[in-house]
């Protein structure tokens, strides 16, 4: 029990117990010694199940952890992304009265003075926080989002756990592989900020604010719930409250479309697939984890995206990329998907293009005879990254959410509208993209820039071109040129250089020591070629035996 002296040793022994109750030996070994074999190759994981229920019996913070690692199917083969996606968080509640003493310290006020009326009883109660239905005195009815008492000191004492865990594996040829220490100390970071719900209030408020602006889709349709400013802390989040079901639960009438129930399924469902395109290939700031229950149906017709607090980030070169590369999976063009992949991911050892090539190839031929209408494209980008992964390329985190994200948006669309195809409802929004993609959303500044740069690059060429020439005239230019395995190529000529040189004074020692010896006429003489003789001999016989070691006799 010594191997993790600085982490909490209670929590240690509850952390071997689990892994010794669901048979995974290898990892609380190594929790137990305190090290692994730095030439294991491979990571005894236990199956997708195994591991969901382990995370599940280890506790909140860790349901969190395989929240987060769903989102990563760039990291994870499919089979575990499914499995670690089913996981909730089956919280029991707090006792009201310790959420009571967290509104007490978190509000300016008492809660009686900005409150007429709290429902002690949650509608929602999850591993951060829980929540409460409440009115406040000017009427306005919101929900109240509180943290969990002491949920800060169990994610500090876990995650220090887990970034220790990392730290044993990071020997491992596995550890080395994914970088381990790197990805723990990624999660630390995302399931802190979790714990900030004003960096929540604001990614709720921008999202609101780009949903408004949309031009995709009908702004007035679907919706984000404002946020109360004033009220709202790091440990409490006060917004606007909304009555509604999750979308899958939602009972249409079709009052819309004139009784044509499926007609207004289809509708919601090219408003989701719409405004989601926005926030991934416009906004470049788009929600994370649209399951079914973060998209809420309103009574009075609406969509609503709710949890802000799971959030990626899009900057435009990759968004440009991601299109493209949408495009080369529709056409099964797997050079130029290769080709986005370097553009994108980062080689983690050796990389083999012609191989990479052909694992997209041989992926994207089984979607060759598949219509759009029946291609999952959230299940051929996923294979995409998860092809890149078994060629020794590391995607960015934010690639993986964005997979993870346009999975959960495709499954929810394909439950709700079992016809509905993502293809199909963006192909209208491509002539609008590729524009975007050129011009930018102010064509008139694009092509000011694009004028400005051109001007300046013909100020500059003449100079430059001038100067160029000044250097050739004055044979003041230096080149430097530099060429892969040069060292390799002056080492073999230096070798070759050198077994020239000594076999010439190989050769004059035996010259040498043959015209002593013709001409010797005393003892001595003939002494002084012999050992010339001698000489020669050994060092020729060692230049053999060196060129024959080399493997370069001929």
């Not at 080709?339 to 979607?367: C, F, V």
């Not at 934010?398 to 346009?406: E, P, Q, V, W």
């Not at 195809?421 to 064509?443: A, I, S, Y």
């Amino acid at each position: 029990m010594q191997a993790l002296s600085k982490i909490d040793s209670s929590r240690q022994r509850e952390i071997i117990e689990v892994l010794l109750h669901h048979g995974w030996d290898y990892m609380r070994q190594i929790l137990t010694i305190g090290k692994a074999s730095p030439v294991e190759d491979r990571v005894d994981v236990p199956p997708p199940e195994i591991l969901r229920s382990i995370l599940v019996d280890l506790g909140p913070v860790y349901v969190k952890l395989g929240q987060l690692l769903s989102t990563r199917p760039d990291l994870l083969p499919l089979e575990y992304i499914e499995a670690l996606s089913e996981l909730q968080s089956n919280v029991p509640p707090i006792d009201w009265r310790e959420i009571e003493t967290i509104l007490i310290q978190q509000l300016p006020q008492k809660p009686s003075e900005i409150f007429t009326e709290i429902d002690i009883q949650p509608v929602a109660a999850g591993s951060i926080a829980q929540t409460h239905r409440a009115i406040l005195k000017d009427g306005r009815t919101v929900a109240l989002k509180v943290q969990r008492p002491g949920i800060d000191r169990l994610v500090a004492r876990d995650i220090a756990m887990i970034k220790q865990t990392a730290k044993l594996l990071s020997g491992t040829d596995f550890g080395k592989r994914y970088d381990l220490v790197s990805l723990a100390s990624e999660f630390s970071t995302a399931l802190q900020a979790e714990l900030d719900f004003t960096q929540e209030a604001r990614y709720t408020e921008k999202l609101r604010q780009n949903l408004l602006a949309g031009t995709w889709f009908d702004t007035t349709k679907i919706m984000v719930p404002e946020i109360d400013r004033q009220l709202s802390t790091q440990k409490l989040l006060v917004l606007e409250w909304l009555d509604g079901v999750p979308i899958l639960a939602a009972q249409l009438t079709g009052k819309n479309h004139h009784g044509n129930i499926q007609e207004e399924r289809q509708a919601l469902t090219v408003l989701c697939f719409r405004a989601f395109f926005q926030q991934y290939l416009v906004d470049g700031l788009f929600h994370a984890d649209p399951h079914p229950g973060n998209l809420f149906y309103l009574n009075d017709g609406r969509v609503a995206v709710l949890d802000c607090g799971m959030m990626g980030r899009l900057d435009a070169r990759t968004q440009s990329a991601l299109m493209e590369m949408i495009l080369a999976i529709v056409n099964s063009d797997a050079q130029r998907c290769a080709q986005i992949t370097l553009q994108l991911a980062e080689p983690m050892g050796e990389l083999n293009l012609s191989r990479l090539e052909w694992d997209y190839d041989r992926l994207l031929h089984k979607y060759n005879n598949i219509s759009l209408q029946n291609m999952n494209a959230s299940e051929a980008f996923a294979e995409i990254l998860q092809a890149a992964r078994r060629n020794n390329l590391r995607w960015p985190s934010n690639i993986g959410l964005f997979a993870k994200s346009l999975a959960n948006l495709e499954g929810v669309g394909r439950q709700f509208n079992p016809e509905v195809n993502l293809f199909e409802e963006v192909r209208p929004l491509m002539n609008d993209m590729f524009q975007r993609q050129l011009l930018g959303d102010d064509p008139m500044q694009s092509l000011l820039r694009t004028g400005l740069e051109l001007k300046n690059l013909s100020l500059q060429s003449p100079r430059q071109l001038g100067f160029l020439l000044d250097r050739f005239s004055s044979e003041t230019l230096k080149l430097n040129i530099t060429i892969q395995n040069l060292d390799g190529i002056q080492n073999s000529v230096d070798d070759a250089a050198n077994r020239r040189s000594f076999s010439t004074v190989v050769g004059s020692l035996i010259v040498g020591a043959a015209i002593v010896s013709a001409n010797a006429r005393t003892p001595e003489l003939q002494l002084l070629s012999n050992v010339l003789f001698g000489a020669a001999s050994i060092l020729g016989l060692w230049l053999i035996v060196k060129i024959i070691r080399s493997g370069n006799l001929l």
